[in-house]
């Protein structure tokens, strides 16, 4: 019993320690980092010319999963080079600000973030 204790205790530990891992992301300044991403990411319908693949709404996406993405992208373990030329200049904390945009905005995010004008 002493055992199964112990290993509690350090499955509670290391959780606790990988939960604050990472930044907290910052949805207002997602926002205007995500401008350049609601090009294709918030446009209803569009697809990518070459190749012709619908592109994915990313809004109400789980902030973890926009990241991990976005790491992949920049790491080049995703292969699409529009995605990877955006990702490989984000910082992980600019990541995580755009992933808590696009989590908090829901599955259509505010057309005002595609307007990189004014608001800065």
Not at 7 to 31: S, Y
Not at 101 to 111: E, L, R, S
């Amino acid at each position: 019993m002493k055992k199964l204790s112990i290993l509690a205790v350090v499955l509670c530990t290391a959780f606790i320690g990988v939960a604050q891992a990472h930044p907290k992301g910052n949805p207002a300044r997602g926002r205007k980092l995500a401008a350049t991403c609601m090009g294709c990411h918030g446009i209803k319908g569009y697809t990518v010319v070459y190749p012709t693949y619908h592109v994915p709404k990313v809004g109400g996406q789980h902030a973890q999963y926009i990241v991990n993405a976005l790491k992949e992208y920049k790491d080049g373990k995703r292969s699409f080079p529009t995605m990877h030329a955006q990702a490989s200049e984000l910082t992980t904390q600019q990541m995580w600000d755009i992933a808590a945009f696009f989590q908090a905005a829901g599955k259509h995010p505010p057309a005002g973030a595609q307007n990189s004008q004014g608001g800065q």
